[in-house]
């Protein structure tokens, strides 16, 4: 585990600094499209089950969760004009970065999912994916990448993710924590950069 925190530290530090500006460029873009924070914040479940803030470059209206599921879609109304672009290249993801550099999350590991959903994770399915930590990447993200879009035609947005999606999340998770290593995390970043510059 020391080891895969190292190797956070050695592509995060760097990345982190690197992406600086754009940081800047992005959050500038942010305030002039739309009145809001620069970031969203949300609750999510990492490691051991400890709480924590997942942070992402706000993409939705002002207090969108308080006028819609926390689940979106395509086409969501709340989604502002520079948000679907942030979206669409997962660039709205990038300050998940800080949370890696806080060893709240990882580069790669099972994405992070709010309490309501943890909830509904079988007890031994739990206890295998809460033993990592949660990364920004993994099998789940690559597979789901388009989510927003499965979840479109579903008429209850809530059970559906929760009946249909979750449990081949949770599947997916457990296959990277039972065959993680480096190599595999290596890939899986590589992969996932490959899965952005294709819709460039």
């Known amino acids: 585990m ?15 600094l690197f992406l600086l500006p ?20 949300q ?21 969108a ?27 709205d993801e990038l300050p998940q970065l800080i949370n890696v550099l806080k060893g709240e999350m990882s580069l790669v590991g099972p994405r992070p999912e709010v309490p309501e959903y943890v909830e509904h994770y079988p007890e031994e399915m739990k206890k295998i994916v809460l033993s990592v930590p949660p990364g920004i990447t993994d099998y789940a993200s690559l597979e789901f990448r388009n989510e927003n879009d499965l979840l479109k035609g579903a008429s209850d947005l809530q059970a559906f993710y929760i009946n249909e999606i979750l449990p081949k999340k949770l599947e ?5 924590v039972e065959n993680r290593s480096i190599i595999v995390d290596f890939s899986l970043i590589i992969r996932t950069i490959w899965s952005i510059l294709k819709k460039t």
Do not use: H
């Open 2 to 16: 020391r080891f895969k925190r190292c190797f956070d530290l050695f592509f995060t530090v760097p990345g982190f």
């Open 172 to 176: 997916y998770y457990v296959r990277y």
């Open 65 to 91: 969760e308080k006028k819609g599921a926390k689940i979106t879609v395509s086409g969501d109304a709340r989604i502002t004009r520079c948000g679907r672009i942030l979206r669409k290249y997962k660039l």
């Open 22 to 41: 754009f940081f800047g460029i992005i959050a500038c873009w942010i305030k002039l499209d739309s009145p809001g924070p620069v970031f969203f914040r």
């Open 43 to 63: 609750k999510r479940i990492g490691q051991y089950g400890k709480p924590f803030n997942v942070l992402k470059f706000r993409t939705m209206v002002k207090d």
